[in-house]
């Protein structure tokens, strides 16, 4: 073996984000843009909703603000954003508004809806992305590996046939051919698209 090894740089800029959200001072859920919401509700989610809301009461265009934090679209008590780490492209979050741990403890109209969000979601992602297939899921507690386990949350992905490699297994990366802006103006637009055919 020579002395000479050169070791490759994988480039993983989205990752930063990730990385520094462990830093105590940033409030989990809140883009820089928003970062003028002055609460914190302890919750991701919450703080989402909340720090676009407040950008809107506050003057900044509604377009702006809600892609500023990645919110696709907003039902009456549920509500569809950008995964802010996706496992892959075009994966999304569908929620209540209300910060319930438990699907059993969603009111019959949320739980409705957030299934009715659902089929819309698996028809834009067909007509985005057209995968092969797609993993809806919940974990429900943090030992069935919710990341956020005090918000019920449904993952909604496209999947294609390979579509894994592996430097998700053996380097803990992502290879996305789209940017999130990306993801979110094309989802977002199939959203109006399919709202506008009924």
Known sequence: MSDNVTMDHLWTPWRYAYVTSADSTV??????????WPGDLGCV????????????????E???????????????????????????SGHVLLMPYAHLDRLAGLPV???????????KTERVLDRVYRPHGFNFGLNVGRSAGAGVAGHVHLHAMPRWMGDTSFITTVAETRVLP?????????????FAEIESEK
């Open 27 to 36: 409030r989990a859920g809140v883009p820089a843009a928003l970062s003028a």
């Open 45 to 60: 989610f919450c703080n989402l909703i909340a720090s676009i809301d407040f950008a809107i009461a506050q003057g900044m």
């Open 62 to 88: 509604q377009n702006k603000a809600e892609e500023a934090g990645g919110l696709i679209l907003r039902g009456t008590q549920c509500f569809i954003c950008l995964n802010a780490f996706p496992y892959s």
């Open 109 to 119: 109209e949320a739980a409705h809806e957030l299934m009715d969000l659902a089929q």
């Open 178 to 190: 789209e940017d999130l802006k990306t993801t979110w103006r094309r989802v977002r637009e199939a």
